[in-house]
């Protein structure tokens, strides 16, 4: 019974949260991407990763994808998607940030090899020595 309850109630608030982002109830397109590219101005991009509005569409765009990685898919594999990825980076096109045709679901593997840029990699010269020789 708790189950075909919470199933219900979990049902409405999906539909009450979409209609309220659809209908433009939370926050409008124009003053998203203003933020946006204010968020951007002052080096503060991940502030919208923390945003409702991403969350929301983060969701709504694994759910479409079916939690399946978009690569692994069209090169024939299947993983699981955990990130959701902007195909135009969202620094170069912020009016495209929540928008359905620049987004798709990624595992962590594919998401990495889409931006090498962001892995951390230690190079030999950069490695702090722990202790100093001593030959």
């Given at each position: ?78 993983s ?9 980076h ?25 931006h ?20």
């Amino acid at each position: 019974m708790i189950g075909v309850l919470s199933g219900i109630l979990f049902r409405w608030l999906n539909i009450i949260d979409y209609a309220l982002f659809y209908s433009g109830g939370i926050i409008g397109d124009d003053m998203t991407t203003e933020e946006i590219i204010k968020l951007i101005n002052a080096g503060k991009i991940k502030k919208f990763y923390k945003r409702k509005e991403w969350k929301r569409k983060r969701r709504q765009i694994l759910e479409r994808d079916n939690y399946e990685c978009q690569r692994c898919k069209r090169d024939g594999g299947y993983s699981r998607a955990t990130t959701v990825h902007h195909i135009k980076h969202l620094e170069q096109f912020p009016e495209l940030a929540l928008a359905d045709e620049n987004l798709e679901s990624l595992c962590g593997v594919c998401h990495n090899i889409e931006h090498p840029e962001k892995l951390k990699r230690l190079e030999v010269e950069q490695r702090k020595q722990i202790t100093p020789e001593r030959w």
